[in-house]
C-alpha cells in the first residue's frame, strides 16, 4: 500500500519561472494538505483541499500560489513567477476524514518536495 | 487562533541521557495532541498522539503526557540513542478544524 507519493523530489527553477509540485494520496485518502518547510523552520499549513473543493486557505500566500486536487489525478500546488524566497520543502499529507475527528485520523505526510530558486 | 509552542533547539545530548522537549499549545477547542518526528532528507512520521486529558501517548520509548491544566504535552524518553537524532515536532489538531497546527520543531542531536 504506497503512502503520501509526491514528485518531484527536488526541484530547480529560476526566477520568474513556474513550478509544479505534484502529490498522490494515500490510497483511501480523500483529504490534502499541503506544508511548507522554509530553512531551519518549523511547518507552515498552506493549504487543504478535497477533492474539487478547496476547504482552507488561509495559509496560502495571497499571489502566485494556487492549488488543486481535482477530481482525477493528483494534487498540484502551482507557484507562479518564483522568487528566491520560495526555495523551500513543500510537504503534502492526506487523510482519510478530517483530521482531529476522535482523535483518529492523523496526517499521513509524503517525503516532501524540495524547490530551489536560483 | 490556535497554536504550538516549542522549546527551541537545537539539542544536544550525549547518548543514554534523558530527554525532554517541551511542548505548550493554545486551543479555542478541545484538540487532539501529537508529536511527529522528521528524520533527515526524510517527511514527518507520527511518533505518538494523545486525545484527552490525562491521555499519554508512547512509542519506540518516547512519551507524552496531555495535560489540560498546563496545557501542555511534553516529550520525553528516559535514555536516547543516536538514532533518535531528528527534528521533532509537537502538533495539534481541533475537532472543528480541518488543518494541523505545528511547533517549529526541536532538533535533536545524540552524541555517541
Known amino acids: 500500500n504506497a503512502g503520501v507519493m509526491q514528485n518531484p523530489r527536488h526541484l530547480v527553477r529560476r526566477r520568474g519561472q513556474e513550478a509544479r509540485l505534484r502529490c498522490s494520496p494515500m490510497?483511501?485518502?480523500?483529504?490534502v494538505y499541503w506544508y511548507r518547510q522554509l530553512p531551519e523552520e518549523g511547518l507552515k499549513f498552506m493549504v487543504y483541499?478535497?477533492?474539487?473543493?478547496?476547504?482552507?486557505e488561509s495559509g496560502m500566500p495571497k499571489e502566485r500560489f494556487s492549488a488543486e486536487f481535482p477530481k482525477e489525478g493528483p494534487s498540484i500546488l502551482r507557484i507562479q513567477q518564483v522568487v528566491r524566497g520560495d526555495s523551500a520543502a513543500y510537504f503534502c499529507?492526506?487523510?482519510?476524514?478530517?483530521?482531529?475527528?476522535?482523535?483518529?485520523?492523523?496526517?499521513?505526510f509524503g517525503a516532501g518536495s524540495r524547490l530551489t530558486v536560483l | 487562533g490556535d497554536s504550538v509552542t516549542q522549546m527551541e533547539g537545537p539539542v544536544t545530548l550525549s547518548e543514554e541521557a534523558f530527554l525532554t522537549i517541551n511542548c505548550t499549545y493554545t486551543?479555542?477547542?478541545?484538540?487532539?495532541l501529537f508529536w511527529y518526528v522528521q528524520y533527515p532528507g526524510e517527511g514527518l512520521q507520527l511518533l505518538l498522539k494523545?486525545?484527552?486529558?490525562?491521555d499519554k501517548g508512547s512509542n519506540k520509548g518516547f512519551e507524552a503526557t496531555y495535560r489540560k491544566e498546563t496545557t501542555s504535552f511534553h516529550l520525553e524518553k528516559g535514555s536516547v540513542q543516536v538514532s533518535d537524532s531528528a527534528v521533532y515536532f509537537c502538533?495539534?489538531?481541533?475537532?472543528?478544524?480541518?488543518?494541523?497546527?505545528f511547533g517549529a520543531g526541536t532538533r535533536l542531536t545524540v552524541k555517541p
Open positions: 483541499l478535497q477533492k474539487e473543493n478547496i476547504i482552507d
Open positions: 502538533a495539534l489538531s481541533v475537532d472543528n478544524n480541518n488543518d494541523m497546527r
Open positions: 490510497k483511501g485518502h480523500s483529504h
Open positions: 499529507a492526506s487523510s482519510p476524514a478530517e483530521a482531529g475527528i476522535s482523535g483518529a485520523n492523523v496526517l499521513t
Open positions: 494523545a486525545t484527552k486529558a490525562d
Open positions: 486551543a479555542t477547542g478541545y484538540p487532539s
